[in-house]
């Protein structure tokens, strides 16, 4: 999924919090990237409002500083991608069984691939 420079600053603009500098939005990591990426193309589907989006990432930011995240921004992804998980499950485009099925595989995924390899997500992960 490739993002233009403008739509991923667009987003970086609509939703407060979004780590970025003069050029846009700044990934310490690629599935960081990713996430960002499919949360834009799933607001650019109209699944869901960049305000919905930004009440929803920010309930999740205070659930999880109420057990205990430091808030030292390391875990504004994962924030992200709980957000993610949350809206498309509310929105019914994936239920809590698809996402636990997907995040199982990519767990046996990673397993597999060795360090510094890109993971390949193969059809025998999803089975299980």
């Known amino acids: 999924m490739n993002l233009t420079p403008q ?5 970086a ?16 990591e ?3 990237a990713r996430a960002f990426a499919m949360a834009l193309a799933l607001h650019e589907a109209g699944v869901f409002t960049w305000k919905e989006w ?14 205990g995240d430091p808030d030292t921004g ?5 924030h992200w991608l709980n957000t993610l998980e949350r809206i498309v499950a509310a929105k019914g485009v994936a239920d809590g069984q698809m ?10 995924a990673a397993e597999r691939t060795p360090h ?13």
């Open 30 to 32: 690629p599935w960081e």
């Open 54 to 67: 930004a009440e929803t990432l920010g309930a999740q930011i205070k659930r999880a500083q109420a057990e």
């Open 7 to 11: 739509q991923a600053m667009r987003a």
């Open 13 to 28: 603009v609509a939703v407060p919090g979004v780590p970025r500098d003069e050029d846009g939005p700044v990934f310490r």
């Open 99 to 108: 996402l636990g099925r997907y995040r199982d595989a990519w767990g046996r």
């Open 74 to 78: 390391e875990t504004y992804y994962r």
């Open 116 to 128: 510094g390899t890109p993971i390949t997500l193969k059809p025998q992960d999803l089975a299980g």
